[in-house]
């Protein structure tokens, strides 16, 4: 989990917002996290990039790692499995609902 420096409290597990992410951008996208207020976005280093949202660029979170490659994901049952960076994003936003019924592997 990459945490937020300063007021930036992307990260922190106390912080409800901080402690979940969306999919609809990959893991460690170079796309800018989506922040309701400027008061908590701080997009300055070592932060991840950030932007306010608005009505066209909804509040939204990526799921961000300092691992090399991929990040850790809670699954619903608990288990904790590597995604890849390089997941398809068809995948990674199908694998948030549970419509599809996608099995994921060991790789």
Known sequence: VVQGQRRDLRGFTW???????????????????????????????PNPPCVVSTSSYPTMFAARSRHIGGVQAVM????VRFIKDSIRL???????????GEVIGDE
């Open 76 to 79: 619903c049952d608990g288990s």
């Open 15 to 45: 912080w409800g917002d901080a402690a979940q992410f969306t999919t609809y951008n990959g893991p460690n996208t170079t796309a800018p996290d989506a922040i309701y207020t400027s008061f908590y976005c701080d997009p300055n280093k």
């Open 90 to 100: 068809a995948t990674w936003r199908a694998m948030s609902t549970t419509y599809g």
